[in-house]
């Protein structure tokens, strides 16, 4: 069974306990007997509700006990008032309205008290203690509320099965104190009158919590036997209700016992009710949102009539006064009411309009709220989902890459990489923007030498975006500059990438300039200041700031080709945003331009610098491994991703199977040895960390690398504590690929060796 079928479950047999246990056949009887004043119209209009209530029509239901309420108050009937609210709690309970079922049960315990009737304040406890009994916080009060049902029930000792001790003994199961559930058990037994016939039970509810409470103590043997009586008393009461909420947890229990046989037959009809029940379900479902619209138009068109009725109450009066007012007094004055009342119309309607500019303003920037939250959620989707059919591309377009029948189209595919490559950069874009708007962004505080972080992104730019350029790139430090700082690195790092590849962008041919120079604020704190200056196209002072707006680009007809997504500078600032600092640009047209932000550093300590981890790449010997005659498994449920991996590593030479499921992945392995499998992480079925445990449960020594198009870090600690070896993200470095590969086999063959 789901846990949403439990959680359902759950209302709805508490119901059916407050209805059948709470107001049992004899109740009827009773107030029938002890209601002999002429209340034969009050006891007419309770059974039509009880009709009523049964065919599921709720909100005629709580319309005639409108009426029985008013009647009732009437005569000053306490009996038929605590019935009334008692029935009110119920329907809205049927509602799923939990609040007002709370608070009608509250009063039905009131008018019960009025009454100075003990049987009808036993109920009432007993119902408003099932309706705290669901909620964990308030639990205590309803043991409370049962115990006084309880102590009611004994003193009166009418042979009325005791209910109250069989909620008291179940609450006590939930918390694990199984004395007093023993306790409770026993006495609720004892009320138990074998040849009463009950409309629902309890022997049943006895039995299952007998076999609860066997099962806590470790006694298997007295539970099976209680809850196989409990099986057969379902079977053959046909109570759909219970054998939903208990067969499939007695199937486990049998078959952990070791009776397959029985287990099976227990699990079949389980699966019988509960096809059933879900067709049933969905027709209720439709009754009870059928039933809620009906309420909530017969509410409306109450109010409606009310309004309407309250308004010709007030224009009658107002007319009233107005013809006392007109007969006795002068012209002048009637002016003078004329322009009062014109007064009064005319603030009303502007206090009116100023309401509903102030509603409209509020739903506005709701809808404005709801629109920014939607975009955040959009992105972060969008760039995750796109990496997936990306490593597709990409793959492919290594596969033609090495592929010396297709020389010829050696700049067409030059092209088609760049193209990629580019699309990937605006998917990292718009998954940092997304990261950036989210509350959970943390910034990673460590000591890194900021020289050598500027010498490296220098590097970076000669290596790639200047090969063809014809734009320098110079960098200026000054000695005021502290070697060794804290701080995050890789944010800065992504800050100065960001700043000085929009330089290069717009400067087609010139020089770009990283400056930093740090001034001394205090003990152990340096304010660095970086500015990065290009002598590029500039840009207009009226759209300076607009330059900093997300997907904004300069409307420039000599640098078309040097547009991207307007996401760099966005980023930029809102990263500085989060260390506390601000991005400043001058600039002018024809001129170039100056960016510049300052940063405040704490110098790093000596033991800070010893304690920060070094990136150390352990030796592994004889890399990269020869794939010749290497068996790998993809489990991927794409085919294309399948087919391009795949490719990859035939070419190397390797024998490659592929699974498109966990299933079948296991299946494979059982059967075959492999030297390495490549897991996808999302896939219908088993996902990648499911299939990967099932496999260490059989197989401990081969290395198992994640394929996944997340970015986010607690898809590597998921995928490690499941026993994957390594995770690469989609779409992958081709060069790290292999590296990943060979790493994990060389690792493998040594251990071997």
């Not at 007969?327 to 100023?354: D, H, T, W």
């Not at 085919?639 to 079948?664: H, M, P, Q």
């Amino acid at each position: 069974m789901s846990p949403n079928l439990r959680k359902n479950f759950g209302p709805f047999i508490l119901l059916i306990l407050i209805v059948f246990y709470c107001c049992p056949a004899s109740a009827f009887v009773f107030f029938k007997n002890i209601q002999q004043k002429p209340g034969v119209s009050l006891e007419s209009q309770l059974d039509s509700i009880f009709t009523v209530t049964d065919n599921k029509d709720y909100e005629t239901a709580i319309e005639l006990i409108g009426k029985l309420i008013k009647d009732s108050e009437k005569e000053s009937n306490f009996t038929y008032l605590f019935h009334s609210y008692n029935l009110l709690s119920i329907n809205h309970a049927n509602l799923r309205d939990s609040v007002p079922a709370l608070n009608y049960s509250k009063k039905a315990l009131y008018y019960a008290k009025l009454s100075q009737n003990d049987t009808l304040i036993s109920w009432a406890y007993n119902n408003l203690a099932a309706d705290l009994s669901t909620r964990k916080e308030t639990r205590n009060q309803a043991l409370e509320y049962y115990k006084k049902s309880l102590n009611i029930q004994r003193r009166l000792n009418d042979g009325e099965f005791y209910d109250a001790a069989l909620n008291l003994a179940e609450l006590y199961h939930k918390s694990g104190d199984y004395q007093l559930m023993r306790k409770y058990l026993e006495e609720a037994q004892e009320s138990y009158d074998a040849d009463y016939i009950y409309f629902d039970d309890p022997l049943i509810h006895l039995e299952i919590l007998w076999g609860d409470y066997y099962l806590a103590l470790k006694s298997e043997y007295r539970a099976l036997k209680s809850y196989n009586h409990a099986y057969e008393l379902i079977e053959s009461q046909k109570v759909d209700y219970l054998a939903l909420d208990f067969y499939e947890r007695y199937a486990k229990f049998l078959l952990k016992q070791n009776y397959p046989e029985k287990a099976y037959e227990v699990q079949k009809r389980f699966q019988e009710y509960y096809t059933a029940q879900e067709s049933l379900k969905a027709k209720e479902t439709y009754q009870l949102a059928q039933a809620k619209f009906e309420a909530a138009e017969a509410r409306r068109e109450r109010n409606q009539a009310e309004l309407q009725q309250e308004i010709l109450d007030n224009d009658l009066k107002r007319k009233k006064i107005q013809a006392v007012l007109l007969a006795s007094i002068i012209v002048l004055m009637i002016l003078f009411l004329a322009y009062l009342f014109y007064s009064e119309r005319l603030r009303l309607g502007l206090i009116k309009n100023l309401k509903i500019k102030n509603k409209n303003l509020e739903q506005a920037k709701l809808r404005a709220e709801k629109s920014e939250r939607a975009k955040t959620r959009f992105f972060s989707t969008l760039s995750h989902e796109m990496r997936t059919p990306l490593y597709g591309v990409t793959g492919t377009i290594t596969i033609f890459e090495n592929n010396p029948e297709l020389k010829k189209y050696r700049e067409e595919i030059s092209s088609l990489r760049f193209s990629a490559d580019h699309l990937l950069e605006i998917i990292n874009d718009l998954l940092d923007i997304s990261k950036l708007e989210d509350d959970s962004f943390k910034l990673v505080k460590k000591s890194f030498n900021i020289k050598l972080l500027v010498e490296d992104v220098i590097n970076s730019f000669d290596r790639n975006r200047l090969r063809n350029s014809q734009c320098f790139l110079t960098c200026e430090v000054d000695r005021s500059v502290p070697n060794y700082v804290m701080g995050d690195a890789r944010r800065i790092k992504q800050v100065l990438l960001n700043i000085i590849g929009n330089a290069i962008k717009f400067t087609p041919k010139g020089v770009v300039t990283l400056r930093l120079s740090s001034k001394h604020v205090e003990s152990g704190k340096h304010q660095v200041h970086f500015e990065i200056e290009d002598d590029g196209i500039g840009i207009p002072k009226e759209k300076q700031e607009a330059i900093f707006d997300e997907f904004s680009q300069l409307e420039d007809l000599q640098l078309r080709e040097a547009k991207g997504t307007g996401l760099g500078l966005p980023i930029v600032r809102k990263l500085l945003h989060k260390m506390g600092a601000d991005i400043t640009v001058e600039s002018e047209p024809g001129k170039g331009s100056l960016f510049s932000f300052d940063l405040l550093l704490d110098e790093a300590t000596l033991q800070q610098v010893a304690n920060t981890p070094k990136k150390v790449v352990q030796p592994v010997k004889e890399l990269p491994v020869d794939f010749n005659g290497k068996r790998f498994l993809i489990v991927d449920d794409n085919k294309i991703n399948r087919l391009v991996t795949n490719r990859i590593l035939s070419n190397f030479k390797a024998e490659v199977n592929e699974a498109s499921n966990g299933k079948e992945a296991i299946d494979l392995i059982k059967n075959q040895d492999y030297d390495l499998i490549l897991m996808d992480i999302n896939m219908p079925g088993l996902n990648g960390y499911q299939t990967t445990q099932i496999i260490r449960e059989f197989e401990l020594d081969v290395p198992i690398i994640a394929l996944t198009a997340s970015v986010e870090n607690y898809v590597i600690r998921k995928a490690q504590i499941c026993g994957m070896n390594d995770v690469i993200t989609k779409p992958f470095n081709t060069e790290k690929f292999f590296k990943a590969i060979s790493e994990q086999i060389a690792r493998r063959s040594q251990v071997i060796n």
